[in-house]
């Protein structure tokens, strides 16, 4: 009996090891995003409405010229070779075939000490969605080449002036890692000896 509870134990503990972590943002609070690019690009603030749930969402403006604005939503650190990431938002526009449109995208950032870095592109979600109210995006990206840390946007398609609404952001990530949403750290990596620790 007892190398059963042992042998149940050590499976449990194995699942902790590998689990990942999930963190949520609503945009319930003051802050709005952790970055842009390029500077000035995106006015940021928070709306209550349209919202997808809760009060509040967060609302993107386009301030540039030209290109395609990056709103940094979320910053993932210390990632290893093989790691998955996955992020999700709720976004909203009323313009089908039309600009403003934006989706999830993401680039490599190696620096674990500023938000700026920038290692290269890692790709996202091609689907700009339908233009009819709230959809939701989502991609998983799989960490290569030795990055680090990965950034995701918020990247939009539009003209100076235009609007797109997000919300209800969600981020899976390794629980060796750290992610940081708008407003806070929302999880730090942790080892077993944390776990039960807390306990």
């Known amino acids: ?6 042998l149940i134990l050590l ?5 902790i090891a590998i689990a990942d972590i999930t963190v949520n943002c609503g945009w319930e609070g003051t802050a709005t995003i952790l970055g842009m690019y390029p500077d000035t ?32 939503v979320a910053w993932i650190v210390g990632l290893q070779n093989g790691d998955e990431v996955t992020g999700s938002f709720w976004r909203y526009d009323m ?7 934006c989706r999830i995208w993401g680039h490599w950032n190696d620096d674990p000490n500023d ?5 290269g592109s890692a ?24 990055h ?8 939009t398609y539009s003209s100076a002036g235009d609007i797109v ?9 390794p629980d060796h890692a750290t992610i940081y949403i708008p407003g806070t750290v929302a999880i730090e990596n942790s080892t077993w000896a944390d776990i039960k620790a807390s306990f």
């Open 1 to 6: 009996m007892k190398s059963i509870f042992v």
């Open 11 to 15: 499976f449990a503990v194995s699942q």
């Open 41 to 72: 690009c995106i006015i940021a603030s928070i709306a209550t409405d349209p919202v997808h749930s809760g009060t509040q969402s967060l609302y993107v403006e386009d301030n540039a010229p030209s290109g395609t604005p990056q709103a940094f």
């Open 95 to 101: 313009t089908p075939d039309a600009a403003p449109k």
């Open 115 to 119: 938000i700026t870095g920038h290692n």
């Open 123 to 146: 790709g996202g979600n091609s689907d700009y969605g339908p233009g009819t109210g709230w959809d939701e995006t989502s991609y998983t990206w799989t960490v290569v080449d030795g």
């Open 148 to 155: 680090t840390g990965l950034v995701i946007e918020c990247r």
């Open 165 to 173: 609404w997000i919300d209800d952001m969600t981020i899976i990530a």
